[in-house]
């Protein structure tokens, strides 16, 4: 049995990570029933079944969870001493799973007491693609260690969004792919430009790709200057990303000129 907490070694809780993530695509594979939950909007059945067998792995390793599909447990924020939680997202993109569309994943970050220390995004609809960071030893995606490019040419971006974006928005070209988790580590590859939330989002939505994006050098922030890691399942936040300081100026100005 795995026992964690914030004295565990950095790899560890990475291979612990990989090994959820399995169990994860498992539960997935068993999945033949993708009708909505009726317990919370827009969850499905799916969905209940992958965190039940997530949570389970995360209780008997002693760690605290937030989870999207279960709520928080085991823990008080602020975190202190050697209190380790688990940030999950058992499906990110469930609703491009229950149509078919290859874009989902599972989400795992570690936080503890200095916040996100290790995470693990897992695509699961066949690619296997892992993306992974630990806190000070960058981001890699299978394996390769992985950097964003740097582009100030807002004019030229490519922008992964979240809602509705206006008409005339000033970048190139947008992609609305529907998994954050996943989104924001195409801006980690350099894939995308940058990312911007016309809505809001669960800290589990992007926690996990925070800590990936910022070891892969690119700048993460909440689009009304909010702290974007949180205790409290209730709390939703507006996510904006970019590979460089013009990129994120350009798209912070997108996003509060909608809110007026």
């Known amino acids: 049995m795995v026992l964690l907490n914030a004295k565990s070694d950095d790899l560890d809780i990475l291979e612990f990570f990989h090994d959820v993530a399995d169990a994860a695509a498992d539960a997935l594979d068993a999945v033949g029933d993708w009708s909505l939950s009726g317990v919370r909007t827009g969850q499905y059945k799916a969905d209940v079944l992958v965190d039940d067998a997530i949570t389970r792995l995360l209780e008997d390793a002693g760690v605290g969870i937030l989870s999207e599909e279960s709520g928080a447990r085991g823990f008080q924020w602020p975190l202190r001493g050697d209190e380790l939680i688990v940030i999950v997202d058992p499906i990110d993109g469930s609703t491009n799973a229950s149509k078919g569309i290859p874009w989902f994943a599972t989400a795992l970050c570690a936080v503890d007491a200095q916040g996100p220390r290790v995470s693990l995004i897992a695509e699961q609809s066949g690619s296997e693609t892992r993306f992974s960071a630990m806190r000070g030893g ?45 989104d924001l580590c195409l801006v980690a590859t350099g894939a995308l430009d940058g990312y911007l939330d016309f809505n809001d989002h669960g800290v589990w939505d992007y926690a996990a790709s925070i800590l990936v994006c910022e070891e892969a050098g690119v700048i993460v922030v909440d689009a009304f200057g909010r702290d974007l890691l949180v205790g409290d399942p209730a709390e939703r936040r507006t996510p ?21």
């Open 138 to 182: 960058g981001a890699v995606c299978d394996g390769v260690r992985i950097a964003s490019a740097s582009n100030a040419d807002f004019g030229q971006s490519v922008i992964g969004v979240s809602g509705i974006p206006p008409s005339q928005a000033g970048w190139w070209q947008f992609r609305a792919l529907g998994a954050a988790a996943l």
């Open 240 to 260: 904006v990303a970019g590979i460089s300081p013009e990129i994120v100026d350009a798209l912070l100005a997108l996003r509060t000129a909608r809110r007026k």
